[in-house]
Each structure stands twice: as C-alpha cells, then as structure tokens.
C-alpha cells in the first residue's frame, strides 16, 4: 500500500520516480520539509476565499393564498383575499373584562389582523364560489381574490355559480373589477332577505350616515350582475346544486346564509360570518359584533352553529377565520368551545 505522506512529501521535494509501498528510512519527513509543507497547506486552504454574498432584499410577500380539501368527491380551495386590522375591543360585544383577558390569553391586542376568506367548490360538474371578497372597497390589503384564484389554476371566467354569505361590502366588493363583472358566466345567488333589505333605497336613505356606505357598496356590486340576468334570489333553505345546500344563519345580516357541502358521507359546513374573532367568541359564545345586524339573533346562531359543529364533528369554513379558515368544533368539560384548526395536508 502506498503510503499517502510518502508522495505528499515528494510532490514538494521533487523526488522523482515510481512511489514504492511500504515503509523504509526515507519515510520520516525532515523537519525542515514538515514545517515547510505545513505551511504550504495553509497557504493553499487559504487560497479557497469563502464568497461573500450581497445582502440579499426582505421580500415582504407571502406564497399565494389558495389551500386545498377534500370532501368526499368533491374539492373544496380555500381563497385568500387578504387581510386587515380589526379594532377588537372596540367592535366587539360582551363583557369588556372577559373580552380583553381572552384576546390577552392568545397573544392578541386592541387591534387583531383578521383574515378575508373565501371558498371554492369543484364538484366535478359545476365551480361554486363562496363570497367574491372585498375587491377594491377595503383597501390594498384586501381584494386579493383574483390573483390568488389564478394562482390556485382556476380563472374567473371559469366560474358557473356564485353564492353569497351575505351582502357586506367585503364579500360583494369583488364581484366588481374596472366596472366590468368579475365572473362574467357566474349566476350570482343570494336570499331573498338580504336583497330586499341591502337594495332598498328607503333602507338606505333610513339608515345612518355612516351606515349608507354598505347599501351603496351591495347596490354597485350587484345591480351589474341583475343586469345581465345573472342574479337568482332564493328564499330561506335550499337545494342549490347537487351537494350544496343554502341553510338560514339570520341574525347578522337579514339574510346571512351558511352553505353546507356534502359528497360520500362527508361535510363542510362554510358559515359565513357567524364568527369574527375566535380567540374570543368560541369561548364564549354571547359575544357579538358592532356589524351584526339582529345581535339576539346572532347569538342564538352562534350556540346553534358551535353545537351542531361540536357533536357532529365536520369541518367547519369561516370568512374570517385565520387563513384558511378550516377547522373542527371541540365542546371542553367546561361547555366551553374550542376551534381545533386542521393539520396542513
């Protein structure tokens, strides 16, 4: 075998001629020729200069927001359409104390970033999209849809139906875009209270000031699409297409509406707006919001919701729920609710 300091040394002493194994006299290195080539080695490691890399630019974006599921047959992508900053405990109501204690417990302050989400439904023959988001009403954190549908592989034309939770401005907004429809093949659907209330120029011209703006902004949205005879108006619960189903959640708006998805024994149940901060309202479920058009009656659908939710154990969508917005109803020893978000798949 060849000793490998054997012809390290000889490529430094210039020795010429065959390396021989083994060992013999001339194996020892001179000192002299061992401090010579220890310092040849340094010199050489030294010679392989790391690189140094620029600083490299914080991008400041997030991956496109589109997350995908299963539901027996059918695909259900949930859709970003951004995010904004909510005055909780301004907006919020209930005990003010237990209110601030649970935004407290879940590392929450004053002001909580709350997502806009919304859902679409492959179910093989027909694209349902659930809400159409803010679009351009809400500022340039929101109205993000359209990007993020063309993301997920999907585009708007592609779309056959639309159905609308209800008609506040951050889920009308996006029906819109340049003053052209944004689904131009969409039938739009929508109860039939919330149309009556929201496209009611005396409920408009009756409401408060500050208040007109959500009139204006359902009327802009969607008198485009009752133009075109694109608008179909259903009346309480409804069969809507196969495995799709419109099932009343009144309270916070005339209208508001919970979309059921079933298909080989499996569901999801997308609530709309029935919660707005789950920090604060699964735990207590009393809670309501400035927004809630009938807060009684909000509240009864939110016991109703998290129950049915809780003994069933389906997956649940919210609009405003942390993206996506998928999860399950967990009721605790206590009686007290639980959101159990899903495990990313």
């Known amino acids: 075998m060849v000793n490998p300091r054997i012809t390290l040394d000889r490529l430094f002493n210039g020795t ?8 013999s006299k001339s194996d020892a290195i001179d000192p002299a020729r061992r401090f010579f080539l220890a310092a040849g080695c340094f010199c050489l490691a030294c010679s392989f200069v790391t690189p140094v890399f620029a600083d490299a630019p914080m991008l400041k974006s997030q991956a496109p927001g589109f997350y995908r599921l299963a539901v027996g047959d059918f695909e259900i992508t949930a859709l970003s359409d ?9 907006l919020l109501q209930g005990d003010p104390a237990r209110i601030e204690e ?20 492959d179910t093989g023959a027909k694209l349902v999209l659930i809400d159409a988001g803010a679009g351009s009403l809400l500022g340039p954190s929101t109205g993000h849809l359209l990007s993020n549908l063309r993301a997920s592989g999907y ?8 159905y609308l939770t209800h008609l506040h401005a ?11 429809r944004a689904f131009p ?26 208040a ?12 485009p699409y009752m133009q075109a005879g694109k608008l179909a108006i259903f009346d309480g619960n409804t069969d809507l297409v196969p495995g799709v189903r419109a099932q009343t959640a009144y309270g916070h708006t005339p209208g508001h509406t919970m979309y059921v998805v079933e298909s080989r024994g499996e569901k999801i149940v997308l609530w709309g707006d029935v919660v707005h901060v789950a920090a604060v309202q699964f735990k207590d479920p009393s809670v309501t919001i400035q927004y809630d058009g009938d807060a009684s009656e909000a509240e009864h659908v939110h016991e109703l919701a998290f129950a049915d939710a809780a003994q069933k154990g389906y997956i649940v ?18 009686n007290a609710y639980t959101y159990v978000p899903l495990d990313y798949s």
């Not at 010429?16 to 060992?23: D, I, Y």
């Not at 951004?82 to 301004?90: F, H, I, R, V, W």
């Open 170 to 180: 951050d889920h009308v907004g996006g029906l819109m875009v340049e003053g052209q």
């Open 82 to 90: 951004g995010s904004n900053m909510l005055p909780a405990t301004k």
């Open 16 to 23: 010429k001629g065959p390396v021989q194994s083994g060992l």
């Open 212 to 223: 007109r703006r959500f009139f204006e902004a359902a009327v802009a949205s969607i008198t």
């Open 317 to 334: 969508g919210g609009a405003h729920i942390s993206f996506p917005g998928l999860g399950r109803v967990r009721r605790d020893a206590d």
């Open 102 to 121: 649970a935004l407290k417990r879940n590392y929450l302050g004053d002001l909580i970033e709350t997502s806009h989400n919304c859902f679409l439904l």
């Open 185 to 210: 093949n969409a039938i739009v659907r929508v109860d039939k209270r919330d149309t009556d209330y929201w496209l009611s120029d005396a409920n408009m011209r009756a409401a408060p000031a500050e």
């Open 155 to 162: 585009r708007p034309e592609q779309i056959d139906e639309l």
